[in-house]
């Protein structure tokens, strides 16, 4: 469903990602860990369209996207909930949801089936549907970027750090819902730095280090490798 080969991304002179290269099969779950600047968010940001790389291949269900503008890769499903969820703080939780759903809505299409299957699954926005996105919590905000994604009829879903911030019972609950969309066949690449987390809800993980990929494999694997639970598991 996603794949990416060789994927190099510079910055001027810093090379944030050599060689980056994976593969996710449609309805599969996968983590994307690192520490601080390893180039998690620049990966999600070229696959989204906002970052060129210098050189390698991208493709979603088989077809090229490295030409397509940012907008185009949301139209054929390729969504992204950036880092620090972005919502506009200044429009309503239903004002945020409504804007997402022109990636594929015309001006007059109807929307109010997606809305509602929207405030179905995440409640607690219909409970905030009129309030502004600058005063929901932290963990009300992510929910309002993911049920922004999920407007825009994702079929792969790229969360850049979902429980950045987030109390760890509210972090759980993120991920429970990430958990219940990705059962519903929607594939998703998930950058975490929470990688006890993120593994429980991944099947596979790549870990990313200064922009290269240096582990790979189930998630199981890769909370037994004593490299990973040094590095990202503390000594537990
Ligand atoms: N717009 C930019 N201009 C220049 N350098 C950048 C830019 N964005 C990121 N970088 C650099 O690229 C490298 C990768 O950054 P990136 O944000 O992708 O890392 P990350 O793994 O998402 O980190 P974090 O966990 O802190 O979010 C870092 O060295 C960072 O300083
Ligand atoms: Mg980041």
Known sequence: MLEVGHLSVRYGAVEAL????????????VALLGANGAGKTTLLRTLSGLVNPVSG????AAKNIAALSAESRVQMG???????????GGLTVEEN???AASAWAGLNADISP?????????????????QRGWSLSGGEQQMLAIGRALMARPKVLLLDEPSLGLAPKIALDVFAR????????????????NTALALKVATRGYVLET????AAGTSAALLSDPKVREAYLGRS
């Open 211 to 214: 922009g290269r990929i240096v």
């Open 57 to 60: 291949a991208m493709t979603v």
């Open 178 to 193: 990430i958990a219940d969309i990705a059962s519903r066949g929607v594939t998703v690449l998930v950058v975490e730095q």
């Open 18 to 29: 050599t060689d980056v290269s994976l593969s996710i099969a449609a309805g599969e779950t």
């Open 78 to 88: 390729l969504v992204h909930v950036p880092e620090r969820r972005r919502i506009f």
């Open 114 to 130: 997606d809305l509602k299957g929207v405030y179905a699954f995440l409640p607690r926005l219909d409970e905030r549907r009129d």
């Open 97 to 99: 949801l409504k804007v």
